[in-house]
């Protein structure tokens, strides 16, 4: 029984603990030779088996001749023996050395698919908020699932059709120079006019292959948007419009796609027809020069020849043919290197760990734009007290959500600063920083498992008794206890069994495990019938007691007992107070209030 591939190990990873400095635009050649470093010693043991292993290829026209010479000239009969001996030998040997070369080369190509995946899965936690905002998610599974599995097919194509092809080459190469030299120079043609036709077509051929990898990615993007879109375009009748928006994704990928093979198949074509032109004239003139005696040439030599020819000529032709492959799979270690190199990381590397809050934020005259943009938030001024919660309040635009991505720490400000009990978060790292706060969401995140696993998600081994707590205190049980399998019931992708008040209950209640020191509620009520308001309003007010909240509400029930009110109007504080002080100024708060609920 064979031994089973052993996954890739910590020293394996070694060389992405670091992305950012390891992807600077660099040839995808030298991207694969440093995902196959740590299995150099494995590759080359596979070149050698897998050589020993296909030499009945390049020996057998060899041996053919052998053959023949000893039939037409009446040899020594104990040649046939020996020649037929050895090629019999070899043959046995090609079962167990092609299990070898399987398991020495399947194991380095399959742990460099997983060290490229776990890469990309790696770049992809570093990359801003805002790289993930402007990247659509289906494109970035295409880049781990379809692009991966593309140079892993390359390598395992290129591997077995080019080795072969390669190994034939000089074996045949090798036995002709030492047979009939005089040959020699007109096989050496074949390759340089070989390697002339690949560096004609490769800069079409790659360009080809980007095209067609950007609109299949574009599809991917397209059909990702569509099954998300399903429920609003079923309940508006809008069917034919969603597909419509597919089907030009379809016919576009059709035409590229189209494109593409049949530069291909031109390719392809024009080098069989070329290289069997050359075996023809190679098999004419061994005839001649054996016919007329201008050479050395025996009648086995002749059959030799011709057969190495179609031999050469065929594995030229795979060679040759390998080039869409290579070039596909290349385009592919491109596509992943577009994530590894992406600049937009959140760096925290070497910056301090946070072990303690106690809930202090300063935002010092805070400003945040977006690339080249008037700015979102400007001037922002704001002290909030461990304990206290604050209410940001404004019309769209006015910039409430820009402030809790800086609160957060998805984007730090491009002018001022924001203080942390009293550091300056630029020098914090923002992912220990976040070990001490939770958000609620407007629509709660969830993925596919169990109620118990969304709840404890990223907290390892809890207690039964505090995860029960925790959904007491966020108003779930009341609905936990009626589900056919309680904390173990499956809530399906993103929730799709549960209603928006028990999704939101349960993000409470995975906000309470954490007991956070610093709470974000972004609209975390605006989208639940009054019902499901009143058992999340009165979960949150459990949450929010004596930690340090930051609530984006449109409902005056959530706002009106915040301790201050921050009015915000073009990325600046337009006034600040409590719900009373604010009514009573007669300003833009007050102008508010007919849009609160």
């Not at 031994?3 to 991207?31: C, I, M, N, Q, W």
């Amino acid at each position: 029984m064979q031994k089973a591939v052993s996954p890739p190990s910590a020293e394996s990873l070694a060389p992405f603990d670091h992305l950012d400095h390891r992807y600077r635009g660099e040839h995808p050649v030298r991207t694969l030779a440093l995902l196959f470093r740590p299995d150099r010693g494995r590759l080359a043991l596979a070149v050698v088996l897998f050589t020993v292993k296909h030499s009945p290829i390049w020996l057998l026209p060899l041996i053919t001749a052998t053959v023949l010479d000893v039939v037409v000239q009446h040899g020594p009969e104990s040649g046939l023996w020996k020649a037929t001996g050895l090629l019999l030998f070899i043959l046995v040997l090609n079962y167990p050395l092609h299990q070898w070369y399987v398991r020495c080369l399947g194991g380095s190509v399959r742990r460099m698919g997983i060290t490229l995946r776990s890469a990309l899965c790696r770049r992809m936690q570093q990359l801003s908020v805002g790289y993930h905002a402007r990247v659509s998610s289906s494109v970035l599974q295409a880049k781990v699932v379809r692009d991966v599995e593309a140079v892993e097919q390359m390598m395992q194509q290129s591997a077995d059709m080019g080795l072969g092809a390669v190994v034939t080459l000089v074996g045949g190469l090798v036995v002709i120079g030492f047979r009939v030299p005089s040959f020699l120079p007109v096989f050496l043609v074949v390759v340089p006019a070989a390697g002339f036709l690949v560096m004609k077509l490769r800069a079409r051929l790659r360009s080809h292959n980007e095209s067609f990898r950007r609109e299949v990615e574009q599809l991917s993007s397209r059909v990702g948007e569509m099954t998300t879109l399903i429920p609003i375009t079923r309940a508006h009748g809008l069917e034919r419009t969603a597909l419509g928006r597919v089907d030009g994704s379809l016919r576009q990928v059709f035409a590229a796609g189209l494109r593409l093979d049949m530069l291909n198949g031109r390719f392809g074509s024009l080098a069989w027809v070329l290289l069997n032109t050359l075996g023809v004239l190679c098999l004419t003139g061994s005839a001649l020069v054996a016919y007329h005696g201008w050479m050395p040439v025996t009648a086995g030599d002749v059959v030799m020849l011709s057969a190495f020819f179609t031999v050469l000529t065929g594995s030229v032709t795979t060679l040759l043919g390998l080039a869409p492959i290579l070039t596909k799979g290349l385009e592919s270690v491109r596509s992943a290197g577009e994530v590894l190199q992406a600049p937009d990381l959140e760096h925290n590397a070497g910056k301090a760990q946070v072990e303690h809050v106690t809930g202090r934020i300063d935002f010092e005259d805070a400003g945040f734009a977006y690339d080249d943009a008037e700015p979102a938030v400007d001037g922002f001024t704001l002290s909030a007290r461990p304990g206290e919660t604050i209410a940001l309040v404004g019309a769209s635009g006015a910039g409430k959500s820009t402030v809790l991505n800086l609160l957060i720490g998805f984007i730090r400000p491009t002018s001022g600063r924001i203080m942390l009990d009293g550091a300056d978060m630029a020098g914090l790292d923002l992912r220990s920083y976040r070990r001490f706060l939770s958000v609620v969401p407007q629509e709660s995140i969830l993925f596919e498992g169990s109620i118990r696993e969304n709840v404890t998600y990223g907290l390892g081994d809890t207690d039964e008794a505090t995860l029960l707590a925790a959904l007491e205190d966020a108003n779930a049980m009341e609905f936990v206890r009626r589900l056919p399998h309680g904390l173990d019931t499956v809530v399906g992708e993103r929730g799709a069994r549960l209603s928006g008040g028990q999704k939101q209950r349960l993000a409470i209640a995975r906000a309470l495990i954490r007991d956070p020191r610093v709470l974000v509620l972004d609209e975390a009520t605006s989208a639940l019938d009054n019902r499901s308001e009143a058992l999340v309003q009165e979960a949150l007010s459990r949450l929010v007691h004596g930690r340090t909240v930051f609530v984006v509400a449109h409902r005056l029930s959530t706002i009106q007992g915040a301790d201050r009110i921050v009015v915000m109007d073009g990325g600046r504080i337009a006034e600040m107070g409590t719900h009373e002080e604010l009514l009573g100024r007669h300003g833009t708060y007050a102008g508010l209030q007919p849009a609160f609920p």
